[in-house]
C-alpha cells in the first residue's frame, strides 16, 4: 500500500505563492512518475504538472511559466511551487504517483483558493 500526503495549500492573495509539498511512503518499489492535478469548482480532474523519474517534465500551458515542480527521489517526494497565483488557480489538488508496473495512486487532496 502507498499513501501519499499533501501539505502546503490555503488561502492566498492574487498574485501571491504558495508551495505544495506531497510525501511518499509505504510499499514503494520504483516509481515512475509523480505529479499534481487539480480539480476546479465544476471540473474535470486535470494535470497540471509531473515529473519522471529521470526528471522530464510535464506542464498544462496554463501554469507554465508560474509553477515549477521538483522531486526529491531520495525523501519520495514531490513539490509544486506556484508563482502568479490567479483566481481561477482555485482547486483542490491532487498527488499523484505511478509505480514502473503501472499502478496509480491519489493523495486526499489539499484546498488552493486563490482571492483577494
Known amino acids: 500500500q502507498v499513501h501519499l500526503v499533501e501539505s502546503g495549500g490555503g488561502l492566498v492573495q492574487p498574485g501571491g505563492s504558495l508551495r505544495l509539498t506531497c510525501v511518499a511512503s509505504g510499499s514503494i518499489f520504483s516509481i515512475s512518475a509523480m505529479g499534481w492535478y487539480r480539480q476546479r469548482p465544476g471540473k474535470q480532474r486535470e494535470l497540471v504538472a509531473d515529473?519522471?523519474?529521470?526528471?522530464?517534465?510535464r506542464y498544462a500551458d496554463s501554469v507554465k511559466g508560474r509553477f515549477t515542480i521538483s522531486r526529491d527521489n531520495a525523501k519520495n517526494t514531490v513539490y509544486l511551487q506556484m508563482n502568479s497565483l490567479k483566481p481561477e488557480d482555485t482547486a483542490v489538488y491532487y498527488c499523484r504517483l505511478v509505480t514502473t508496473l503501472g499502478y496509480g495512486y491519489w493523495g486526499q487532496g489539499t484546498q488552493v483558493t486563490v482571492s483577494s
Open positions: 515529473i519522471s523519474s529521470g526528471g522530464s517534465t
